[in-house]
């Protein structure tokens, strides 16, 4: 029932900009934090961006910083992370989590594909 669903991915090149979301179902969201990973081929897993439940603190990795941005709409259940200058380094699939404070309890979504090359 709980589902996570990642979008806005795709092909752009260095420089540009996109917007992914991650439309979230079945908990109550607002009492989630939600946060962006990537992963690289051959690479590990990295945070990319965390937000609080209400959205009011957040924390990006250091190569994200100044460009990234993350947000959500609790209303419409829905975290983004706008993502400006965007080098080839970050391509990877990005996934979204969410996690209930003060519990090991999470979830995550399938992932989208960012791709940015020339």
């Known amino acids: 029932q709980v589902q996570l669903v990642e979008s806005g991915g795709g092909l752009v090149q260095p420089g540009g900009s996109l917007r992914l979301s991650c439309a979230a179902s079945g908990f109550t969201f607002s009492s989630y934090t939600m946060s962006w990973y990537r992963q690289a081929p051959g690479k590990e897993h990295e945070l990319v961006a965390h937000?609080?439940?209400?959205?009011?603190?957040?924390n990006y990795a250091d190569s994200v910083k100044g460009r990234f941005t993350i947000s959500r709409d609790n209303a419409k259940n829905t975290v983004y992370l706008q993502m400006n200058s965007l080098k080839p380094e970050d391509t990877a699939v990005y996934y979204c989590?969410?996690?209930?404070?003060?519990?090991?309890?999470?979830?995550w979504g399938q992932g989208t594909q960012v791709t940015v090359s020339s």
């Open positions: 937000i609080s439940t209400l959205g009011v603190g957040t």
């Open positions: 989590r969410s996690r209930k404070v003060g519990l090991a309890l999470e979830y």
